[in-house]
């Protein structure tokens, strides 16, 4: 059958090379005709320095099932190898996905990209076609899934685990998301989980466990003289839940009209060929080159985290077989750059604002792409991806790639120096709050030793924040404000209206003071005459220090008045 398959593809290649350009062939044709025109040539030259490569493999070593089935779900089905589990779990569950044919349906329909790939990796590893339904139940066959422990991809692999299985995940691309990547890597997985355990049932609970937690929960039983089959260990519920789940799917897929539910069919073809680029490429671009909405381009191409895709990295197109004929077909004719971004790495700490304005472009389009948010600047050494312009307009190389990081950090508003005068009553405790400073600083940058404070004393402080504060019980010197806005006329001469009337209430009153103070000194004078007792020379002093005191206060008074009037 396979030498029929392929006798038909060269008869539909060679009719094709034979046809005219002018000869009206649909660019649009069926699967099978567009698969064998691209499998006539692995690499076709679509300008003097761009080429596009079509992947073979896709296409000459396709199986389609030993007896070619129409259906895929019929192949599946046969494919079907691992023993039926029965426990009250897995009818609760296959209730559940029975009584929600809608959720079925979506992920059935998610699922119909990616399907005849993954079972045609099954069959070439002798694999049950059982663990074609798993990322029903690790992501709901959604590539774009990521969970709170960090697993990514419709495989839901964590960063350490897509490592350990040549994921890449850099700025670029996470791999892990990548519908071809991360199939192998988690066939090769589960694979490797069957060879340690010897039971698909132990492999699926360390896919979901890890395998050094099943190892122990085993070797807990060994140690108890119980049994270590999965039903026997004492598993998490998640992982208890697990393998019900797979058997809850299959039994719906094995029997549909059993429990009322409608599959749609799926072809047994491929869905998508395997397409790269030599140079950088929009994602926008190659998806409109491809005739194709971006939601779908997204769909096959999940792992593409920035809005380019790199030509250095030779990473991998996945489209439809009709669409990656017009692709190849619109990007010969295309003429315009194929890619409007480049990197910038940061030589020191700076903001978006900052390098947009060197660049010449807008800092909002650098925090968006680059995941950015408010109030953080890039640290040294981080690189960024930029709009192109007529000085950096160049391909991102596969050493950047591979090595670009970006590091985030609060931007820290400025320090300005400021000189504060001690007032009776402070601690440095106090200050310290007041400026928003701690004591080991104010110690620090004046040198001091002990906590004491006195009356008068000048600090220096390095206070972050670009107004200036005034606080009660510590006064800047005027040397070290700065105004941060013009005063107007009208407003000096609200300042000075008020300050004048300050005075004038200040004179008022101290001459209401003297003139009191001398009306006393004279009734005790007259008193004296009249045979009242003399005041005593220490009676005189007393009252001498409280007028002074009162004095002195009065000034203290005006001097905070005027310092108020002032602001």
Known sequence: ?????????TLVLAACASAPPGSGTSTAQSSTSSASAL?????????????????KDSLDNLSYGDHQDNDLWSRIRRGFAIPDLDSPLVQERTAWYAARPEYVERMVNRSS???????????????????????????????????TAKAAGMWQFIPSTGKTYNLKQNMFSDERRDVVASTDAALDYLSNLHDMFGDWYLALAAYNWGEGNVQRAIARNQAQGLPTDYQSLRLPTETREYVPKLQA????????????????????????????????????????????????????????????ILGATKSKILLPFDNA?????????????LSSWTTYTIRRAESPEVIAKRL???ASTIRSVNGIPPRFRMKAGSTILVPRTGENDRDISSTVADNAVLALEPEVPPVRRVAVRVRRGDSLSAVARRYGVSEL???????????????????????????ERRVAGAVTERRTVSSHRPVTKREAARRNTVKHEVVRREVAKRATVRHESKRKEVASRKGSRHGAPAVSAREKDRKATAKRAVADRSKRRFEKTLRTAER
């Open 360 to 362: 010449g472009v807008e």
């Open 441 to 467: 600083e104010i110690k620090r940058w004046n040198r001091m030793r002990g906590n004491g404070l006195r009356a008068g004393q000048t600090l220096v402080l390095m206070v972050r924040g670009a107004p």
């Open 113 to 147: 990209r990616y399907l005849f790939h993954i079972v045609e990796e099954l069959e070439k590893r002798h694999m049950p076609t059982e663990l074609a339904l798993l990322p029903f139940v690790e992501s709901a066959y959604n590539p774009q899934a990521l969970s």
């Open 39 to 55: 499998s006539s040539s692995s690499k076709q030259q679509v300008s003097s320095d761009q080429t596009i490569d079509v992947d």
């Open 1 to 9: 059958m396979r030498l029929i398959v392929s006798l038909l593809l």
């Open 325 to 337: 004929d017009i692709f190849a077909k619109q990007l010969k004719s295309y003429k315009k750059p």
């Open 249 to 308: 799917i299959k039994n719906i897929i094995e029997h549909p009209a059993l429990y009322d539910v409608k599959l749609p069919e799926i072809p047994n073809h491929p869905y998508f060929v395997s397409v790269t680029t030599s140079h950088d490429i929009d994602v926008a671009l190659a998806a409109r080159l491809a005739d194709l909405p971006l939601s779908e381009f997204r769909a096959l191409n999940p792992a593409f985290k920035k809005p380019v």
